[in-house]
Structure formats: structure tokens, C-alpha cells
């Protein structure tokens, strides 16, 4: 049966993507017509530059690039811990590596392919502020895609060669096309656009409008409805 898509770019290393996932998961847990929409998770690198440090922690780098003290970058992580417990994450900034996102990219592509998006999906976020796990590293990410049922080898076999890296480009030009300046950002099929970690209530609201113009099968130009926290390209997370 058709679905309603509702697309969602997000990096592996933006803290209110997580948020936002787990927000958007109670929205969607609540909306009666759960069943008839399908997720797909999109690329976007908020750093495309950023190069895989293991030896460094977030905050170090954080201190550095935006000039901030080493006190206020840890105070920027406490406080964004904070925000993630009440959606029950819990968060170990102090323990987050900093990694190139881009083979965590392709590796959600290949993931997506096989069913598995969302379950890769959750294991980055995990395995970045949860467990200090490096998610640049190849090991790793063949790790986490036998955590959620991926043949290791073929896992091993995508992240050695240049596989999805196309992908992961495109979704970063589709998201220009659709308005994305930051992440987490929804789309819903392809006419409305809710930016940030939003209240589970706006959630519900916008697949609500989105889904009654969808089942009408009516096209229209793609609007935002709200903004909310999130991350932009040069580190910002409000």
C-alpha cells in the first residue's frame, strides 16, 4: 500500500537530531494513520570538512573552531544534555569523538537498501553521544550494522570502496532544494517542512495537515510550519 513519506535530514554528530528523532517517534507513535507513512532518513554534513580526530573530545574542537573558552563549550554540552534527558537520552558528551560523518552517511544509505535506515540510524546517534564510539571508523560502523542485522562483509565491502557516496551529495542538494539550512529538518511529503527538534505536539499537527492534503492526493508548494532547535553548517546548536 502507498505511504505518505516524511523525510528527514539529520547528522550523526548534531545533538538535536537525536532529540528530534525521539520527539517525532511520540508524534508519530500518537497519529492515528501511523501505518499509511514511511521515513526516510536523508544525509546532510554540518561540517563537511571536518576530519576524523579519535584523540580529541567534541568540546575541545568546539573551544577551538568557535573561539569559545574551554569552560563554555563543556557548559553548551551540559546544557544540551540536559535537553536530551528529558526525552530520555542520555548523553556523554565529554566522551564524543570527533569523525568525519560522511562514511556514516553512506553507511545509512547502504542500511536504507536493506530495510534497516532507521535502525542504523538510532545505533550512530547511540554510538556518538551515548557510548564515545568513533563513527568515522570502519570497524565500528561494520559493528553497528551487524547490531542491526547487516551482513558484516557486505557492510565491510560498501565503506572500502566509493558506494553511496553519491547518494549522500545528492540528499545534501535536495536538501538546498527543499529549504534545509540546518538539521534536524522533516519534510513531509514534499509539501511541508517543520525545522528542528520540535514538541511532539507540532509534530503531530504537521503530519496531520500533511496527511488530510495527502489522501486528497492535492500538490502544493512545500511550507514551513515551524523552526525549532537545531544544528546549522558552521556548529550552531540553539
Known sequence: MEKMKVEIWSDVMC??????????????????????????WKSFQ???AM?????RSINDYLAEVKGW????AAEVSDHVTGIAAEVGLEYHMDKAVVASSFDAHRFVQYAKTMGKGDEAEEQLFKAYFT??????????LVSLGANVGLESEAVRAVLESDDFAEAVRMDAYEAHQVGARGVPFFVLDRKFAVSGAQQPETFVGALHQAFGQWAENNRVKITSLADGPGCSPDGVCD
Open 51 to 55: 576530519k576524523t580526530e579519535p584523540g
Open 15 to 40: 545533538p538535536f537530531c537525536y532529540i528530534g528523532k525521539r520527539k517525532f517517534e511520540k508524534a508519530l507513535k500518537d497519529f492515528e494513520h501511523k501505518d499509511l507513512v514511511e521515513i526516510e
Open 46 to 48: 554540518l561540517n563537511p
Open 131 to 140: 557510548d564515545g564510539k568513533n563513527t568515522g571508523d570502519l570497524e565500528t
Open 69 to 72: 573558552s574551554p569552560e563554555y
